[in-house]
């Protein structure tokens, strides 16, 4: 009989924040029902004071969430531990780590960059189990400068295959869908190059607004908060090279050329960027106060909340073809998608009435997975009238959250869901000249009301 694999403690670094009780721990529950055979022990710390009691209250009720009825996981609940530690006093993160024992050990640093950094720094003086494993919230570092010396710092604790890069949107299945989708269709596949894509839309329009997170986004802004990670990985995953299989290695490779080709279009930020913060407005029924005046805001900053950047990915495949990314926060029409628009026929037979635009689009839902294809044919009664109407396949829920599905990676070893370290610096790269334009003013700084579609004049939400 194959003895089992040994149980895994996963120690949970900034326990007490948001992020854990919101998404890791959430994600975490997803795949403990979806595959109860995983032996997982969940260790929290934090600097907040918490009993035991308390911390299980907190793990219960995010577990909630996925299984409402508490029973699946109620060992769980019941074997979690909680320490607390100021994770920056060498001695007691000594204890902590201890404490979890030899076996295989992830740590996961719900942390801010430079907190996950100087607790490296710690962590080179420690003793670590040999499976060990260290999975880093993003941001990975605040620029390219600081995303390098973090890579060289991690590399001095681990080796670079011990460490996960978390980008949730990997876990996402509609992003996922992106491979299967191009790879397994004959009719996507020829098409998947400038010869026949004009432009792609890769969009991330949210009907969210600061939701209690001012002391971080503030200090990010939609570019670096969303540009920067989820959506240049969605445009790496998109425009891959061929591969031959699904193997980590493989994927990441692919994915880091993508991004090494990428720069911002025509050279110019001043050109191919935008920047917009949002004023006083109503979502829904929610009255939203100006940006600067909300809670834990410094106006000084000059964050912004509407992002836009147009990317060039200078290669054989994708030369002249600009990819728009967005993302913004407060937006009347959320809007969370990938849109290929298809080059127009060389020629379409005059005679034909109807349908100014006839040119073909591919749309994917990033938030359902829906995919949907507008072609172009005959309108109802006149069957020289043309019309467009799009073919709509859905995508079935995943059976894990998205956290849940990079965890399951990261539990078996599998880096294929998170993001290596040269390709981090490399987002950093792309777009650094933006944040430099931005910094020295010479993009201005648009506005839009709180529920509106963004300011006058940029892409339609
Ligand atoms: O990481 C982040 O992602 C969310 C959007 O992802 P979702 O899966 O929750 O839709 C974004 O709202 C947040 O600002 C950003 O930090």
């Known amino acids: 009989m194959a003895t089992p694999p040994p149980r895994t403690t996963v120690l949970i670094l900034g326990a007490g ?74 001695d007691g993160l000594g204890e902590l780590v201890a404490s979890c024992g030899d076996g295989p050990l992830v740590i996961f640093f719900a942390l801010p960059p430079h907190i996950s950094m100087k607790v490296c720094e710690l962590l080179r003086d420690i003793h670590l189990p040999e499976v060990t494993r260290l999975a880093l919230e993003k941001p990975f570092g605040t620029d390219r400068a600081s995303a390098a010396a973090f890579n060289t710092l991690l ?33 996507l596949q020829p098409v998947w190059s400038s010869e026949h894509i004009e432009r792609v839309e890769i969009v991330y329009d949210e009907d969210l607004t600061l939701e209690g997170r001012a002391g971080y986004y503030d ?21 891959l090279e061929s591969i031959a299989t699904l193997d980590a290695r493989e994927l990441r490779d692919q994915k880091t050329q993508v991004l090494r080709a990428t720069t911002v279009w025509g050279g110019s930020p001043e050109r191919s960027s935008r920047r917009a913060r949002y004023t006083s407005g109503a979502l829904g029924r ?24 147009t990317l060039a990915v200078e290669n054989n495949r994708w030369a002249g073809v600009p990819f728009l990314l967005r993302s913004g926060k407060s937006l009347g029409i959320p809007r969370k998608d990938v849109v290929v628009h298809f080059r127009d026929v060389a020629h379409l037979p005059a005679g034909f009435t109807g349908a100014g635009s006839h040119t073909d689009r591919l749309v994917l839902d990033l938030k359902t997975g829906a995919v949907s294809l507008t072609l172009t044919m005959n309108a109802e009664g006149d069957p020289f009238d043309l019309e467009q109407k799009a073919l709509t396949a859905t995508l079935a829920p995943a059976d894990l959250l998205p956290y849940g599905e990079v965890l399951a990676h990261i539990l078996d070893g599998d880096q294929l869901l998170t993001v290596r370290g040269d390709a981090a610096e490399e987002c950093w790269r792309i777009v650094e000249p933006v944040l430099r334009a931005w910094a020295e003013g010479t993009v201005p700084m648009e506005t839009y009301a709180a529920g509106s579609a963004g300011p006058d004049g940029w892409l339609p939400g």
């Open 219 to 239: 200090h990010a802004g939609a570019l670096r908060d969303m540009i920067q990670s989820h959506l240049l990985q969605v445009l790496a995953l998109f425009a």
């Open 286 to 309: 929610r009255t939203i106060p100006d940006y600067v005046h909300e809670e834990g805001v410094d106006p000084a900053r000059g964050t912004e909340t509407l992002a836009e950047v």
């Open 155 to 187: 590399h001095q604790v681990v080796d670079e295959d011990q460490v996960f890069r978390i980008d949730h949107f990997l876990g996402q299945a509609a992003v996922l869908n992106l491979i299967g989708l191009r790879f397994a269709n004959r009719l």
């Open 17 to 90: 924040g948001d992020l854990t009780h919101r998404l890791l721990l959430p994600g975490l529950a997803s795949l403990l029902v979806a595959e109860p055979s995983r032996d997982v022990r969940v260790v929290g710390a934090d600097r907040t004071e918490l009993t035991q009691a308390q911390w299980q209250d907190r793990v219960s009720d995010a577990f909630a969430t996925v299984d409402p009825t508490a029973t699946l996981l109620s060992a769980v609940v019941k074997d979690t531990a909680y320490l607390t530690t100021d994770v920056l006093d060498p």
